[in-house]
């Protein structure tokens, strides 16, 4: 079955957004699943977060970064074309609930992650606040949409070109130290660096501290063992046990070491097919 592509969007410079139709995906998908997906029959299997599900229309909204070959294939499609496979819903939904204020930390595309967890703990009461980062304005994205959701919205940007000038994490001790309602729960998502840095700041104030994980996924329904994690000193699969987990119980300096594996193959490819792919910024 082909997905057909309804919207596409450029958030920010590689980053696009896609609007796709999978009905079947849909009817099931909660805030924190993912989807595996490709461009073309031939095409890299994408683990992409499922930003945004709508049962009405049957489409959910995906949030790619152009890095490699596959995310590039899928980032050149336009309207009207289809996509060749949406694998899903994968992975655990979120577990919301009423905690009274909970903190949204999205850095670069992981703001595509808090924006479904960020809409659901508010409808149930809960006063929400998300931080998201971005190396400079035009890569700060989706805070149009949390300010619907949200009670507020905090941006960051490394040259201080938006909102705060800093790092999420440093935005986030502030906002602890000064809000007048405690925080209770903090759920990140983003690079390696930045939600290790996430659980260091709630540690000792031991504030309950989820993070999604992204690490190299091939299948999505653990056979391949490539997304293996260890969690509180057990090996656990994030494509079946996660991709959420108890920030404080996460080996990040493991799974970053296994972010690397990789890297010259995907150099190579990428230098292979520089040439046969064009897509707009």
């Not at 999978?22 to 994408?46: C, K, M």
């Not at 890297?263 to 707009?280: M, P, V, Y």
Request: charged letters at 20%; a neutral charge; glycine letters at 12%.
């Amino acid at each position: 079955m082909s997905h057909r592509v309804v919207e596409a969007e450029w958030l920010a410079p590689e980053v696009r957004r896609l609007v796709v139709e999978a009905p079947d995906v849909v009817r099931n998908a909660g805030p924190g699943q993912f989807v595996i997906v490709r461009a073309h029959s031939q095409s890299e299997r994408i683990p992409l977060t499922i930003a945004h599900s709508d049962r009405a229309s049957g489409t959910l909204t995906l949030i790619i970064q152009a890095v490699g070959v596959g995310t590039r294939h899928l980032c050149a499609l336009e309207p009207g074309q289809e996509m060749s496979d949406v694998a899903g819903p994968l992975g655990h939904q979120t577990e919301i609930g009423f905690v009274g204020h909970a903190v949204l930390v999205g850095g670069g595309v992981g703001t595509a992650v808090v924006y479904p967890q960020a809409a659901a703990l508010k409808a149930l009461g809960n006063k929400v606040t998300a931080i998201i980062g971005g190396r400079s304005k035009p890569y700060v994205i989706l805070e149009k949409e949390l300010g619907a959701v949200c009670d507020a919205v905090l941006p960051c940007t490394d040259d201080g070109s938006h909102g705060f000038k800093g790092f999420v994490t440093v935005r986030l001790k502030q906002l602890i130290d000064e809000t007048e309602t405690p925080v209770r729960l903090v759920i990140c998502a983003g690079p390696v660096p930045m939600m290790s840095a996430v659980a260091e700041v709630t540690r000792s104030l031991k504030i309950h501290t989820i993070a999604s994980l992204n690490p190299v996924m091939v299948d999505g329904t653990g056979m391949c063992g490539g997304c293996r994690v260890q969690i509180g000193g057990k090996m656990l699969f994030a494509c079946v046990d996660g991709p959420e987990f108890d920030a404080h119980q996460v080996d990040f300096k493991e799974l970053s070491e296994r972010q690397k594996t990789y890297r010259k193959q995907e150099k190579t490819s990428t230098d292979r097919h520089a040439c046969k792919i064009g897509i707009g910024k």
